[in-house]
């Protein structure tokens, strides 16, 4: 056990996750390319969990951030601040949510707490529907609506929480049936399941769940819902953490695919938007947002120095159609490891879409989740330098491939190879 890992040990909680049975020390970043502290170089399939969306150590947003830096960090939203402005305006903008208002946060569990404040205070109901398997962050509400069972069991939330089918198709009853079928079976389902409580506020859901192992209901499901929750006034929350700013490829937002009848009534973002500065955030329309009765603020949220490292990486990503490449490398190595999960006998289904790609993995000959094989194929992939990630709480049979959105087609190929050789070696 190395030092660091030791005093690690000593001094944070047991429940903080590591990857790696010799957890590594990252020490810098280039392009899609991270070091350790013994000097080993990895091509990073996990964008520091999400959040390296265009490239580490990108130019455009270090020279902004230092140059931003060196005149204040920080000076409280108390005062106007036109870095925060200027982002709103263009993340309202790109919402699609009509009279979109913005409330910057430092997390992706914070801009979900603010979601579920803002969903019950405006409906007058602390029911929530969630999905089956999602993941929402780790503050009280947010564990509370978490459908993943690695961490809702540690939770007494206040509010009410009904899961609803439709987040998993690997597994299960629902497993062979088409996505007609899959989508009319979870519709009736969420019908059985409100004719059955007090009117919930919301649902809120992930486009494709993250934590849950990039797994999701077929395109269209979360628009066959909006139908049931809009005959209700039951509010969408689009839980966009992982899948917005283009990660997806073929959707600038996860909730596209399910865009049928517009945007949701409220966004929330994090991770990808700050390449790395911590920035999250809900958009609503202004009537939903203004429901509260409060005089607030979030002390770190909309900060100057996150956010010129968001007006640039967002101007980055936009200028260079990263977009555009996610969907086109993004299909190259969907490609390409379907051909290997062929004829790896471990390999359930790839999945995902854009650079958002999941590999799950089973038993041979079953359809029995194996985390074990998950976790030999991370310790292989970096010893092979590559750094991929996998699903959390109880879904850590699948793989998560997740690179910055930059990626060369070199790069996917030199990463596919890797994983195809770990792969292999089950
Ligand atoms: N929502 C989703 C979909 C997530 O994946 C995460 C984190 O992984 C969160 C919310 C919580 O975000 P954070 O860790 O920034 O609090």
């Known amino acids: 056990m190395s030092d660091l890992y030791a005093r690690h040990r000593s001094v944070l909680p047991d429940w903080l996750a590591l990857y790696y049975e010799d957890p590594i020390e990252i020490t810098h970043g280039e392009g899609r390319h991270v070091w350790d502290s013994e000097g080993n170089k990895y091509l990073d399939f996990f964008g520091g969990i999400l959040t390296t969306m265009t490239a580490h150590a990108l130019p455009e947003v270090t020279k902004a951030v230092s140059e931003q830096a060196g005149r204040i960090l920080h000076s409280s939203t108390l005062y ?16 699609g949510i009509p009279d979109a208002r913005v409330f910057f946060t430092t997390s992706g569990t914070e801009a979900n707490d603010t979601a579920l404040l803002l969903a019950t205070t405006h409906r007058r109901s602390n029911t929530i529907l969630a999905m089956r398997n999602s993941y929402h962050g780790r503050s009280f509400s947010a564990v509370g609506i978490t459908g993943n069972r690695g961490w809702s069991p540690t939770s007494l939330s206040p509010l009410q929480t009904l899961y609803v089918h439709g987040g998993v198709r690997t597994r299960g009853p629902y497993a062979s049936l088409s996505d007609a079928d899959f989508i009319a079976a979870c519709v009736d389902d969420l019908r059985d399941l409100l004719g059955h409580t007090r009117p919930p506020a919301a649902l809120i859901a992930e486009p494709i769940q993250g934590v849950g192992g990039f797994t999701s209901g077929p395109d269209g499901l979360y628009a066959a819902f909006r139908e049931v929750l809009a005959e209700r006034g039951i509010l969408w929350i689009a839980d966009e953490v992982q ?7 073929d959707h600038f937002w996860g909730w596209q695919a399910h865009g049928r009848n517009g945007p949701p009534d409220i966004l929330t973002f994090a991770k990808g938007i700050g390449n790395g500065s911590s920035i999250g955030g809900v958009v609503a329309r202004a009537e939903i947002m203004n429901c509260l009765d409060a005089n607030s603020i979030s002390t770190f949220g909309g900060t100057q120095i996150t956010m010129a490292a968001g007006l640039a990486n967002l101007n980055y ?12 490398v993004g299909g190259l190595l969907m490609e390409r490891l379907r ?15 854009g650079l958002m790609l999941g590999v799950e993995l089973v038993k041979p000959g079953t359809d029995q989740a194996d985390p074990d094989a998950a976790a030999a194929v991370l310790e292989a992939t970096r010893a092979g330098g590559l750094l991929i990630g996998k699903g959390g709480g109880h879904n850590t049979s699948a793989l998560r ?3 910055p959105l930059s990626l060369t087609v070199a790069e996917a190929e030199e990463g596919a190879a890797i994983l195809e050789s770990a792969l292999r070696s089950l």
């Open 401 to 403: 491939i997740a690179p």
């Open 339 to 353: 051909g290997v999960a062929a004829q790896v006998p471990h390999v359930r289904e790839v999945r995902g879409r």
């Open 80 to 95: 106007l601040n036109r870095q925060m402005v200027e982002l709103a305006e263009r993340i309202a903008q790109l919402s």
């Open 317 to 328: 990503l936009l200028e260079h159609d990263l977009q555009g490449n996610a969907r086109r």
């Open 243 to 249: 899948t917005g700013w283009g990660r997806t490829g």
